[in-house]
């Protein structure tokens, strides 16, 4: 059992360079797709990505929030599941807020940039996995 979900979940997705997020495409079926770390995290609740606003994963969130995102620790073969919602904004304030030097290359007219926006996922509940067994924990 854990004893500070925040603290080792936390302390499992920092040091991942790898994040996965998932959607639900207009089949029915789930979406995954590897993407970098979040850019930015309020504890183990609400996570800030950056994509591409043409992107198929913005449509499905559009039409449906229900998202997971998943982080795992290959070393140590252990990760958390994240269930909950997953917003598309756009507004200049959240845009600069995670922009980074460099993003450039991937939002060539700069954070005004109409393809160029964030993903905010807000967890609702998480399940937990190491020492082979599993765990649900509650998110504050």
Known sequence: MMRDANQTIGN???????SFI??????????????LPPRKREGIKTFY????????RVSHY???????????DKRFFRGVMLKGAMEVLDDAATKKMIWKEGDTMYYSK???DPDYCVLRFTAQKGRYYTNFSSEDFAIE
């Open 12 to 18: 499992l997705i920092d040091k991942q360079g790898i």
């Open 22 to 35: 998932s959607s639900v495409g207009s089949d029915g079926f789930p979406n995954t797709k590897a993407m």
């Open 49 to 56: 990505f950056t994509t591409n606003t043409s992107s198929m």
């Open 62 to 72: 559009r039409k449906n929030p229900k998202a997971c995102i998943y982080f795992c």
């Open 110 to 112: 700069g954070v005004t």
